[in-house]
C-alpha cells in the first residue's frame, strides 16, 4: 500500500501514541483539535489497524458528500475493511435506486459478518430505520455447486426477494430462466452469475459478461441478498412481522465514533425528522396508505441518546480536550521555487499524485536545473488534503497545482452495453420507450462524456 508510510509516520508521532492512551470509554466523549487536512482520517485509519484491532470505527457526517470525501480517503488509506453506509434518497424500505439500496444492505451484511473496520454514513442514515439481522439473514440466498436446490425453489426465492425475471440480464436486480439455466445479477454478488442444474442438483456456477451474455470462470458458490425487505414481509414467509432497527441499534458495543460536526448531525436528524412528518402527510391527503413516520426513522431524542452511549471522538478545529499538533502545510499555489525551497531539508516529505503521468511530471519538473529534493518522495495515491505532522509533511498535487480534486467513484453495479438490447433492432424500427413511448431506432452513437465515451442509442420522437 502506497500510503503506509503516513501510518507508519503515526506510530512515530508522540502525540498520537499519547492519544492512544487516553481514548474515550463507553459513554464518553473526547474532543480533538489539530488535524488538518485527511490527517482526520489518517488517524481513523490508524485507530482502526493499530490501536483497537478489531474494534469497529463509525465516521459519522453531515452530508452524504462528506461521507464521500471521507471514504474515498479511507479506501486508498485502508484498503479492505472499509464501507459505506449511504442514506435514503426516499422516505422508508422502498429505495428506487439500486446502488443506494444495494450499498446499503451489502453493507449491513459485512457488518453483521464482522467483515469491517471503519464504516462511514451519515447523520440521517443513522437514524433511518431498517430491517432487523434476523430478517437479512433470513432473506439471503446461498447457492454452491453441488447443493440440491430445485431450480423452482430457487426462482420463487428470487422472486420473494424482490428480483424481476427478465427474458435476459442486463442489470443488477433481475434474473432470467431459460430451461435448467438460470442467471442471476444480485446485492452481494461482485460479478452476474450462471447457474445450471443437473436434475434437482446445481452442476455448475460461472460467472458471465453481461454485454456477451457468455459464460466465464467458475465459481464455487454465489450469495445473493435481498433486493428489498417489503416484498418478504408481504408475503408472510417469516414468522413475524420484519422488525426495523436503526444503524446505531446494529453496532458492537465496544464501536468508537467519529464526529466532525456534532451539532450540525443533530440539525440534520431534527430536520429529515419535521420533514417526514411533512411528506408523510402530504401522502395521506393524496389517499396513499403511508407508515407513521416512528416507522422509518428513529425519534431525535432517542437517536441523541443512542449516540451518547457510545465511546465518541469529536474532531474539530476548535478549543478542544487534546491537542494533536499537526498544522495544514504551507500554500504552493504552483510556485515550484516556493515548493523546493520548502523540500530537501527539515521534515521529510511525501507527495501524493493522482496518477503515474502526474508523478512523472512533476518529478521533471523537481528535478529542472538539477535540483533533486532529499528527503522527498513522490508516490501515487490520493488524499483530499495535506498536512504537516512532526515526523512527515504530506502534499497533495491538486493542492500544489490548485487544483479541484474530483471524487469519482465507479459505479457499483455493471450494465449491458446499449448493443445488448438494441441488437435485434433495424435502423428506422419502431420502438417503445417506458417513459418516453413510440419512436424510431436511428442507430448506436458514442458520446464523450467528463473525458470518457458511452455508447447510447438514438431514438428519435416527432418533432
Known amino acids: 500500500m502506497t500510503l503506509r508510510p503516513i501510518l507508519d509516520a503515526f506510530d512515530r508521532c508522540a502525540t498520537v501514541r499519547a492519544l492512544a492512551e487516553r481514548l474515550p470509554v463507553r459513554g464518553s466523549t473526547l474532543s480533538l483539535s489539530g488535524l488538518p487536512g485527511s490527517s482526520r482520517a489518517v488517524l481513523a485509519t490508524w485507530l482502526s489497524q493499530r490501536v483497537g484491532a478489531g474494534r469497529l470505527v463509525l465516521v459519522v457526517t453531515t452530508t452524504p458528500a462528506d461521507a464521500e470525501r471521507w471514504l474515498t480517503d479511507l479506501q486508498h488509506l485502508a484498503g479492505s475493511g472499509v464501507a459505506l453506509y449511504p442514506q435514503r434518497e426516499a422516505l422508508g424500505e422502498d429505495e428506487p435506486h439500486f446502488e443506494i439500496a444495494g450499498e446499503r444492505i451489502e453493507t449491513l451484511a459485512a457488518l453483521l459478518r464482522g467483515e469491517l473496520r471503519v464504516l462511514v454514513t451519515t447523520a440521517r442514515a443513522s437514524a433511518e430505520r431498517t430491517a432487523v439481522p434476523a430478517a437479512l439473514e433470513k432473506l439471503r440466498l446461498q447457492l454452491a455447486v453441488g447443493d440440491a436446490r430445485p431450480l423452482g425453489e430457487v426462482t420463487a426465492a428470487l422472486e420473494e426477494m424482490g428480483y424481476q425475471r427478465v427474458a435476459a440480464v442486463a442489470e443488477v436486480a433481475e434474473y432470467s430462466v431459460r430451461g435448467g439455466i438460470i442467471d442471476v445479477y444480485g446485492f452481494g454478488m461482485p460479478a452476474p452469475a450462471r447457474l445450471e442444474w443437473w436434475g434437482d442438483d446445481i452442476s455448475s456456477i460461472r460467472a458471465f459478461d453481461l454485454t456477451t451474455q457468455r459464460s466465464g470462470a467458475e465459481l464455487p458458490d454465489v450469495t445473493v441478498l435481498p433486493i428489498t425487505s417489503l416484498a418478504v414481509r408481504d408475503s408472510g414467509t417469516l414468522d413475524a412481522p420484519v422488525e426495523r432497527r436503526s444503524l446505531l441499534e446494529l453496532l458492537p458495543a465496544d464501536t468508537l465514533l467519529f464526529e466532525e460536526a456534532p451539532h450540525p448531525d443533530e440539525e440534520e436528524v431534527d430536520r429529515a425528522w419535521r420533514e417526514a412528518e411533512h411528506h408523510l402527510e402530504i401522502a395521506r391527503r393524496l389517499g396513499e396508505d403511508v407508515p407513521k413516520r416512528d416507522a422509518i426513522f428513529v425519534d431525535p431524542a432517542v437517536w441523541r441518546t443512542r449516540r451518547a452511549q457510545f465511546a465518541r471522538m469529536v474532531v474539530a478545529d476548535e478549543s478542544a480536550d487534546f491537542q494533536i499538533g499537526f498544522f495544514p502545510p504551507d500554500r504552493v499555489d504552483r510556485d515550484l521555487g516556493r515548493l523546493r525551497a520548502m523540500l530537501g531539508h527539515g521534515t521529510p516529505t511525501l507527495i501524493l499524485c493522482d496518477n503515474e503521468g502526474q508523478r512523472e511530471r512533476l518529478d521533471e519538473l523537481l528535478e529542472e536545473n538539477g535540483f533533486r529534493p532529499a528527503g522527498t518522495s513522490l508516490v501515487v495515491g490520493a488524499l483530499d488534503?495535506?498536512?504537516?505532522?512532526?515526523?512527515?509533511?504530506?502534499?497533495?498535487?491538486?493542492?500544489?497545482?490548485?487544483?479541484?480534486?474530483?471524487?469519482?467513484?465507479?459505479?457499483?453495479?455493471?450494465?449491458?452495453?446499449?448493443?445488448?438490447?438494441?441488437?435485434?433492432?433495424?435502423?428506422?424500427?419502431?420502438?417503445?420507450?417506458?417513459?418516453?413511448?413510440?419512436?424510431?431506432?436511428?442507430?448506436?452513437?458514442?458520446?464523450?462524456?467528463?473525458?470518457?465515451?458511452?455508447?447510447?442509442?438514438?431514438?428519435?420522437?416527432?418533432?
Do not use: C, K
Open 385 to 463: 488534503g495535506g498536512f504537516v505532522m512532526p515526523t512527515l509533511r504530506v502534499l497533495t498535487d491538486h493542492e500544489i497545482f490548485r487544483r479541484a480534486r474530483r471524487l469519482r467513484r465507479s459505479r457499483r453495479y455493471r450494465q449491458a452495453a446499449p448493443g445488448t438490447v438494441t441488437g435485434a433492432l433495424a435502423l428506422g424500427d419502431y420502438v417503445v420507450h417506458l417513459e418516453h413511448g413510440i419512436g424510431v431506432y436511428r442507430g448506436i452513437q458514442t458520446l464523450t462524456i467528463d473525458g470518457g465515451t458511452i455508447e447510447v442509442a438514438i431514438l428519435e420522437y416527432e418533432g
